[in-house]
C-alpha cells in the first residue's frame, strides 16, 4: 500500500513539476485550443445553415479527404515534431526542404494516380467525380496545412503557429457566417472551395518563414524519413479506415441527408473529443506518459477505463441537449440516436487513453498498437456494414459503439497480457 501511494505521489509531482516549468506554454496551448474549438464550430455553424443533405456530402468529401491524406503525408508531420528538435540549426534546413518536397511529390503523384479511376471509385463510393476531384484537392491541401504546422512547431514557434491558426479559423469562421447570413449560400462546395484556400493560405503564410533551400534536398534523408514515419503510418491507415469508412458506408446504403444527421450526431462530438484530448490536455498528459513506467500505466489506464468513458457519455449526453437547440429543423433530436452517440464517444474516449499509453512507449508500444487494429478491424468493419445496410442511420452509431467496442477489449486484453510479462520480467530483473 505504501508503494502504490508513493508512486501516486511520484505521478502527480511529475505533473506539477511539468506545467510549473512549462508555464510559457499556457497562451499557445490556450490559443491552439480556441482554434481547434473555433474550426469544429465552423462545421456546426455550416451544418445549420445549409441543409442536412449539403452538410452530408461535405462531410463525405471531408472522409474521403482524411483517408487520402494519410497516404499523402505518410506521418511526416510526426517524424519533423520529433527530428527537428533534436536537429542541429544546420541541418534543419535539409529536413525542411527534404520533407516538404517529398510531400509535394507525393501528393502530386497519388494525385494524378486517383484521377484517372475517378469515376469509377465515385461509382463505389456512391457519389460523384466531382466529390472525388475536391476530395483530392482537399486532402492535398489538408496534408501541406499539417506538414506546415508541424515545422513551425518542431521548430518552437509555438505562439506563432498557435495565433496563426486561430485567425485563420477565425477567417473561415467569418466567410461561413457572411455567406450563410449575406449571400444566402447553401452549397457544399463553396464552403469545401473556402476550407481548401484556407489551409493553402495557412501553409503560404507559415512556409514563409521556414528555412527552405532547394538545394539541401536529398534522396537519402527521403528514405530515412519515410523508415521513421512507417509505423505511425500503419496506425493512422487503420485508425483512419476504422474512423472514417462509416461516413462512406452510410453514403452507400442511405440519403445523403442521413450522412448530415449522422456528421451532427457524431462527428460533431467526435471532433470536440479531439480538442480536448489533445489540444487541451495532450501538452501536459503525454510528456508525463513518456516517462511513466509502462506496466503501471497500462494498469492505471484499465482501471480508470469505465469511469473515464462513463464520464465522457455522460457529459456528452447533458451537453447534447443545449447544441441540439441551435440546429435547425434539418436535425431533430432523438433520444435513442443521442444515447448511442454519447455511448460511441464514451468508449472511443477509452479507446484514446489506450492509444496514448501505448503510443508513448515508441517501437513496441506501435507494434502492440498495430497487431490490435489489424486482429480488430476485420471484425469492425464487418459488424460496421451489417449495421449501417439493415440500420442505416441509427446503425452508424451501433456500427461506431461496436467498433470501439471490439478495439478496446482487443487493446485491453493484449496490452494487459504484454505489459503484464514485461512487468514480471522487469521485477524479477531488480529482485
Request: glycine share 8%; proline share 3%; net charge positive.
Amino acid at each position: 500500500m505504501g508503494t502504490l501511494t508513493t508512486r501516486r505521489q511520484d505521478v502527480r509531482s511529475r505533473v506539477v513539476r511539468l506545467l510549473l516549468s512549462d508555464r510559457w506554454a499556457a497562451g499557445p496551448t490556450l490559443l491552439s485550443t480556441l482554434a481547434s474549438g473555433t474550426a469544429a464550430a465552423t462545421t456546426l455553424v455550416i451544418a445549420r445553415g445549409t441543409s442536412a443533405a449539403a452538410f452530408g456530402h461535405f462531410s463525405l468529401v471531408m472522409s474521403i479527404a482524411l483517408i487520402v491524406s494519410i497516404g499523402m503525408l505518410m506521418s511526416l508531420h510526426y517524424v519533423m515534431l520529433q527530428e527537428l528538435p533534436r536537429a542541429d540549426p544546420g541541418a534543419r534546413p535539409a529536413l525542411v526542404t527534404t520533407a516538404l518536397f517529398a510531400t509535394l511529390a507525393m501528393g502530386a503523384g497519388l494525385a494524378v494516380l486517383v484521377v484517372p479511376v475517378s469515376p469509377f471509385l465515385a461509382a463505389a463510393l456512391g457519389t460523384d467525380a466531382e466529390a472525388v476531384y475536391f476530395a483530392l484537392a482537399l486532402a492535398l491541401a489538408l496534408t501541406l496545412n499539417q506538414l506546415t504546422e508541424s515545422f513551425l512547431r518542431g521548430l518552437a514557434k509555438y505562439a506563432f503557429v498557435a495565433a496563426l491558426k486561430l485567425a485563420v479559423a477565425a477567417i473561415y469562421l467569418a466567410v461561413s457566417v457572411f455567406s450563410l447570413l449575406v449571400l444566402d449560400i447553401r452549397d457544399a462546395e463553396y464552403y469545401l472551395t473556402a476550407l481548401i484556400v484556407t489551409y493553402i493560405g495557412f501553409t503560404l503564410v507559415a512556409a514563409a518563414g521556414l528555412p527552405v533551400v532547394p538545394r539541401s534536398w536529398s534522396p537519402a534523408l527521403v528514405r530515412s524519413l519515410y523508415r521513421h514515419g512507417a509505423y505511425v503510418t500503419v496506425i493512422a491507415a487503420l485508425t483512419g479506415v476504422l474512423f472514417g469508412i462509416d461516413v462512406i458506408f452510410l453514403n452507400h446504403w442511405a440519403e445523403p441527408a442521413d450522412v448530415g444527421v449522422y456528421a451532427v450526431y457524431s462527428g460533431f462530438p467526435r471532433r470536440l473529443l479531439g480538442v480536448v484530448f489533445v489540444e487541451g490536455i495532450g501538452l501536459a498528459l503525454f510528456p508525463t506518459l513518456a516517462t511513466m513506467d509502462k506496466p503501471a500505466l497500462l494498469r492505471r489506464v484499465a482501471r480508470i477505463a469505465a469511469i473515464a468513458g462513463a464520464a465522457t457519455a455522460v457529459l456528452l449526453f447533458a451537453a447534447s441537449a443545449v447544441f441540439f437547440l441551435l440546429m435547425r429543423e434539418h436535425y431533430p433530436y432523438s433520444l435513442t440516436l443521442m444515447a448511442l452517440s454519447a455511448a460511441g464517444i464514451g468508449a472511443h474516449a477509452v479507446f484514446h487513453l489506450y492509444y496514448a499509453a501505448l503510443s508513448m512507449d515508441g517501437v513496441r508500444g506501435a507494434k502492440v498498437l498495430i497487431a490490435c487494429l489489424a486482429v480488430g478491424a476485420p471484425v469492425a468493419l464487418a459488424g460496421q456494414v451489417v449495421c449501417v445496410a439493415w440500420w442505416g442511420l441509427a446503425g452508424s452509431l451501433v456500427g461506431f459503439v461496436l467498433t470501439n467496442l471490439v478495439l478496446v477489449a482487443v487493446v485491453a486484453i493484449t496490452a494487459g497480457r504484454v505489459y503484464r510479462r514485461l512487468g514480471t520480467r522487469v521485477s524479477e530483473t531488480r529482485s
